[in-house]
């Protein structure tokens, strides 16, 4: 399987691990071989290097130069509707119900298990008139 | 002497001490890598005792000041020239480094200096410091990231779990190897 996600300048990066752990940022210029420099001001990420342990490299992109400032970083990303294109991908949407989940109360669990037997309990129906 | 650690850049300015005949001694300035203002000084005064007739209890310090660094949002390309003493012999020696901040440069040489050379941060003179362009690097590992354009994978990658970060897996037993390919 060849490499398809790259450590390159405008790669849109998931930050896994530090005070900004589940942002989007762009990666603005390549230290070395272990850190990068990131920015992203749109998400809310400070310019920082960072170590490439701590980010995960995602499939999106955006056309910027190197060393690019916040205001051209932050029209590239208009511009490639990067914010609605990550919520979009499952990635992110898997992100977000885990996110989801942890915060639930018991109220909402029991709505969970409520709505889940309606389901079952739709598609059990179903299963029997195709049976039959 | 000078422990290394995270470095900063620091100002010392000093001169002898003004006497009847000599009131307005000449005064000296150097630019002192060091982690702390008083290690700063002590290596002001090792220096300057090696160039001119002057130490500490014959001198002052006038001035002890911090050179932050003007602009910390871009990586810079810096060579380094030194002098350091191996088992054998003292040896002059040009690096380059990559980073944000001279002193993050020169925090990496230190660093960089005990791992390949074994060489301790006493044993090691800073002469001088300078930003490089990138068509003007020496040394091919900075001049491969330094290059427009460049972009490379990350393969294997392996997740630690030290320092308190999660776990390698969300359960503690599984009957699946972890992945380290990631794209």
């Known amino acids: 399987m060849p490499f398809t996600r790259y450590a390159e300048v405008g790669r849109i990066v998931l930050v896994n691990y530090g005070p900004e752990s589940g942002k989007i940022a762009t990666i603005v210029d390549i230290v070395d071989q272990n850190k990068c420099l990131i920015d992203g001001p749109e998400s809310g990420v400070a310019r920082q290097v960072i170590p490439f342990s701590r980010i995960a490299l995602t499939d999106l992109t955006v056309k910027i130069q190197r060393n690019a400032r916040a205001k051209t970083l932050k029209a590239a990303w208009a511009e490639a509707e990067t914010t609605t294109k990550w919520e979009a991908t499952s990635w992110a949407k898997k992100l977000s119900m885990k996110k989801k989940r942890a915060t639930l109360t018991d109220f909402d669990r029991f709505k969970v298990m409520v709505a889940k037997k309606q389901k079952s309990a739709i598609i059990a129906k179903k299963m029997e008139e195709l049976s039959a | ?183």
């Open chain 2, 1 to 183: 002497m000078t422990v290394a650690g995270v470095m900063r850049q620091y100002q010392v300015v000093g001169r002898k001490a003004a006497t009847d005949d000599h009131p307005n001694p000449e005064a000296y300035r150097m630019v002192i890598f060091a982690p702390n203002p008083v290690i700063a000084k002590s290596k002001f005064w090792y220096y300057l005792h090696q160039f001119r007739k002057m130490k500490k209890t014959t001198g002052e310090i006038l001035d002890c000041v911090e050179i932050t660094e003007k602009n910390c949002r871009t990586v810079k390309n810096y060579g380094i020239w030194l002098r350091y003493s191996s088992r054998s012999g003292t040896h002059n020696m040009y690096r380059e480094f990559r980073d944000v901040k001279l002193t993050g440069a020169v925090s990496q040489l230190y660093d960089e200096m005990a791992g390949r050379h074994r060489c301790r941060p006493r044993s090691i003179q800073i002469i001088r410091t300078a930003t490089v362009g990138a068509k003007d690097l020496k040394r091919t590992n900075g001049m491969q990231f330094a290059k427009a354009g460049v972009k490379f994978p990350l393969p294997h990658r392996v997740s630690s779990a030290k320092r308190g970060q999660r776990a390698l897996s969300d359960s503690t037993y599984t009957t699946v190897r972890p992945t380290t390919f990631f794209g």
